[in-house]
Structures are given as C-alpha cells and as structure tokens.
C-alpha cells in the first residue's frame, strides 16, 4: 500500500441504510468526487447487501469499497459466511476486522481477528485491523498494556498491505472523542510497536476512529503518525463526509 502522503478516509456504514439511501449516498459521493476528485484514499464500507450497488456507483471514480467484516475460511460448508475471496471477486479492496463492535456483541477474539487479517491479505484485500480499549481499561490506566495484547495477538506476522484502526470504545458514537494527547500517545505507542514488532510492516497505515466529525477530523489527522480516520456516523451524510475528506 503505497499511500505516502496521503490519507486513507474511511467511511463505515454499519448496519445502516437500505439500497435506495445506499445507491444515493454513493451517488452523492461519485458526484462529489467528479466535481473535486481528493488526492487523498477514500473508502466506503458498507453492509453486504449493498456492496454490489455502492461498488456501481461508484465506478469510475477512485473512491474504493471495502466491507465490514469476512470469514475466516476460504470457501464451502459455512452457511451464513461471506468470503474475502467474494469480496474481492467483485471488487472490494478493504475489510474492516475486528472492530471493537463485532469483538462485543459477536465475542471475536484476536487470534480470530488475526486469521481475518491473514485471509483477507491471502485474497487480495487491505485488511483495517481494529483495536482499542475500554472506558474501564483506560480508567484503570491500563490502555496501552491491553492494546500490546491485541497487538500483539491480531495482527498477523506479514510484511505489509495492512492498516490500524485505533477506535477506543468508549468514544465510538459518544460524541466523546479522544483527547489529542490520547490520540498522540496512542498513535506513537503502536508505531513503536509495529517498529520494533513488525519491522518489515513498521510503516502500516494508523488510522484513528470514534466520534470523528468534520468538526474535529482536520485537527486529528495533522497529528503525528495519524494516517487517517475510520469515520462511523459522519460517514452516513455525504455532506459531512466530504467535509471530513477536504479537511485532510
Ligand atoms: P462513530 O464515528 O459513529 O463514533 O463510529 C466510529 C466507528 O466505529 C467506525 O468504525
């Protein structure tokens, strides 16, 4: 991923939408970029069953897709699972894995997380590896000892073509954003990390999510070692959205 200099804006839908207001956000988007194509990396990820129609939408413009999650397994027998082999088939370039949502509500552990990650680069796709800690684990002080751990446990030991989303949960549709301090001390911590870790990753994309508006996005992205944002609510409004990327 050779991204120098630029950000990688990511825009994820969740669980939000249905295919008239999908197709129209991403018309929204596709008219946007006509108008002001950005240099920066742009992608949207929304639900499965409106990848296919975002993707159309889209085409032509270099806003790329990604989707919210993939299985574990290649193909065949696992009734439900959507492939990242699928994914790239028809014509994602991102997944989104282990975000802090999936890791509650589904219990996804970072082994599982990281054999997602492993997959996904398998098949072709730029996996945003999630991590981030609890309201408690930071009232505790114990932020960074529980971001090595799922560290050093999600992220899988390749040489590139991965980014990092730092999402601390208690900040993800709050309202309440990390302090820049926060966000400068975190950031760091895991570019040491990947430096001494993963040193043929050390210059993985970190992206920082939760409660990112277009009010704040310009302040946080000239933060070092703060390669982008991963956008959740803001992302639904084509308007704001936009305003999130012109602020990069
Ligand atoms: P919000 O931007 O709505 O806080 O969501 C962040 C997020 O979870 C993106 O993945």
């Given amino acids: ?100 949502e999936r890791r509650q509500h589904h219990r996804e552990t970072s082994e599982l997380v990281c054999q997602k990650a492993e997959i996904a680069c398998k098949s072709g796709l730029i996996p945003i590896i999630c991590v981030g800690e609890t309201l408690a684990d930071r009232e505790g002080q114990k932020t960074l000892e529980v971001l090595e751990e799922q560290l050093k446990t999600s992220i899988p030991v390749i040489d590139q073509g991965f980014a990092i989303a730092y999402e601390p949960v208690w900040a993800i549709g709050t309202g309440k954003t990390a302090t820049t301090a926060a966000i400068l001390e975190v950031h760091t911590f895991i570019r040491t990390w990947l430096q001494k870790n993963r040193k043929k990753a050390a210059d993985a994309l970190i992206l920082y999510g939760g409660s990112v508006t277009d009010q704040n996005a310009q302040e946080i992205m000239s933060l070092a070692h703060v390669d982008g944002v991963l956008v959740g609510g803001a992302s639904l409004k084509a308007e704001t959205f936009w305003q999130i990327i012109q602020s990069a």
């Avoid at 929204?28 to 129609?53: G, N, R």
């Avoid at 027998?77 to 991102?94: H, N």
């Fill in 1 to 100: 991923m050779n991204l120098k200099n630029k950000k990688l804006i990511v825009g994820n839908w969740k669980m939000n939408g249905t295919q008239e207001s999908a197709r129209d956000l991403a018309a929204d988007l596709a008219e946007k970029w006509f108008a002001t194509p950005s240099c920066h990396q742009i992608v949207v990820c929304p639900p499965f069953p409106y990848l296919s129609i975002t993707l159309n939408r889209l085409f032509g413009t270099e806003i790329a897709c990604g989707a919210q999650d993939c299985s574990i397994y290649e193909k065949g027998a696992y009734t439900g699972e959507v492939s990242a082999f699928m994914l790239k088939d028809i014509g994602c370039d991102y997944v989104i894995v282990g975000h802090s």
